[in-house]
T-cell receptor, first 113, second 115 residues
Framework: QKEVEQDPGPLSVPEGAIVSLNCTYS??????FMWYRQYSRKGPELLMY????GNKEDGRFTAQVDKSSKYISLFIRDSQPSDSATYLC?????????????FGKGTLLTVNP | GAVVSQHPSRVICKSGTSVKIECRSL??????MFWYRQFPKQSLMLMAT?????????EQGVEKDKFLINHASLTLSTLTVTSAHPEDSSFYIC???????????FGPGTRLTVT
């Protein structure tokens, strides 16, 4: 079993839809959870991070962590064509440069106008 | 703020030659830099971690003599792929971190094609 599992999609939705992206993980030591957005042929860009369980909201984006289920989610409300990208989840035991990140494979999202 | 650049963005080289990729932190001093490789439709795989002024720490299975990493200053790290082979063709991405407890900021990546 891989440490981090993420459905690669592709996921195609109409503009304005609510998008749900998910990852599961097996390492109970993970406590720091991140979502990155990666446009084609570009490096990943940090969207949101959460520490331990709970929800975090930033504009149209909401990140959720359920440590009991080892399941994290990213919700995108009122999705826009500019949200079309690959979304990668990443996690580590602690925050900081001395702890390496473990990434999911990424989910390719297309928002159709 | 927190901008990381990579050069070149794309490179094509012949099998057996060496290629150097640069990673620069433009507006902060990066005490730690990371090098990743990403194959199509695959996740980012960490290759090595380097701290300024010290030898890089390579992940298991990554050949340190093939992938030479130098982190000579707080704003520059280089990855040299030596004696490149077609199977080394990939997207190489660096990231940089300012200090312990801070985020990793990613560069735009370098597409390497070995013919």
């Amino acid at each position: 079993q891989k440490e981090v599992e993420q459905d690669p999609g592709p996921l195609s939705v109409p503009e304005g839809a609510i998008v749900s992206l998910n990852c599961t993980y097996s390492n109970s030591a993970f406590q720091y959870f991140m979502w990155y957005r990666q446009y084609s042929r570009k490096g990943p860009e940090l969207l949101m991070y959460t520490y331990s369980s709970g929800n975090k909201e930033d504009g149209r984006f909401t990140a959720q962590v359920d440590k009991s289920s080892k399941y994290i989610s990213l919700f995108i409300r009122d999705s826009q064509p500019s949200d079309s990208a690959t979304y990668l989840c990443a996690m580590s035991p602690r925050r900081g440069s001395n702890y390496k990140l473990t990434f999911g494979k990424g989910t390719l999202l297309t928002v159709n106008p | 703020g927190a901008v990381v650049s990579q050069h070149p963005s794309r490179v094509i080289c012949k099998s057996g030659t060496s290629v150097k990729i640069e990673c620069r932190s433009l507006d902060f001093q990066a005490t730690t830099m990371f090098w990743y490789r990403q194959f199509p439709k695959q996740s980012l795989m960490l290759m090595a971690t380097s701290n300024e002024g010290s030898k890089a720490t390579y992940e298991q299975g990554v050949e340190k003599d093939k992938f030479l990493i130098n982190h000579a200053s707080l704003t520059l790290s280089t990855l040299t792929v030596t004696s490149a082979h077609p199977e080394d063709s990939s997207f190489y991405i660096c990231s940089a971190s300012e200090a312990m407890g801070s985020e990793q900021y990613f560069g735009p990546g370098t597409r390497l094609t070995v013919t």
